[in-house]
């Protein structure tokens, strides 16, 4: 029990509740990284280390759930300050993995200390600032709606908490729950997730690094999207067309293939990749279904990966100037 909080007075399955449990075994996993050599049982401590790193699932769940609603409510600190936070510890983790990989073990005693120290900074503000008054803040329908987004993101816990509140789970791909937005739903249309305008799909969709050629049930080309630096030429003759007319016939006994097969239910997916103009094109299809699992069509996806496939090591810094 702690000082600020007691969570005995928290419904089971309650996100500040299960944070706390969450707590219990961080510290828990510390204490035995701590007390475990890596020179004489490394595959024990890079376990521990594992099980550790997994604190991203409390991460992710603050930043992405518990930071929102308190936007909204007006309080931006968390995600101002408490995101950098994560980040810091994550780059800690990253370079701590790397010695543990590269068995460095002479570097990794100071790093565990840094890394733990990190740790427990960040649970005493969680403990003394986030969440009491995230409590004071939030209601209780909040608190209901920050648990069903949690279900994606996942706990550190070896087992699922309890539902709360204590009913039924619905999964968030059917929860159809109309919430409180902030902002206009003016001239916008519903998607899975989220609302858009047209003029902000169509931007959307131009501004994509893609080529996207959507082909109905019906074998016509119903769409395509003018994006700045198409990789294959499209005009607007070929809406309505059909797409066996729509590629040279070298290449069009293929297309028709993958057609019949998508329409078959046999297959759902096929990649080519070309040399073109001395850039490497890689060249998707994707059969679309609808939630009863009927043909709606195919997705022809092309991209330039030239310059994605020469990537190597890492960039995380900008370098704009």
Partial sequence: MNDTIDTSKLAAGHPVSVYFQEQELIKLLTEELKNTDPTAEYQKFYNIFNQLQSIERRFERKENQLFPFLEQKGWNGPSQGMWSF???????????RKKIEAREIEEIDQDVQYLISGIFRLLLIEETTLFPNALKILTEEDWTKVRVG?????????????????????????????RELSFSLENTAHYDEGYMTVDQVNLLLKTMPLDLTYVDENDKVIFYNRGEERVFPRSAGIIGREVKFCHPPKSVGTVLKILEEFRKGTKSESSFWINFKGRLIYIRYFAVRDAQKNYKGVIEMSQDITDIKNIEGEKRLLDWD
């Fill in 86 to 96: 994560h980040d810091t510890l994550r780059e800690q983790f990253r370079l701590l």
């Fill in 150 to 178: 949690e279900e994606e993101i996942g706990w550190m816990l070896p087992q699922v908490p309890p539902a709360f509140p204590n009913k039924e789970y619905i999964h968030p791909s059917r929860d159809f729950t109309k």
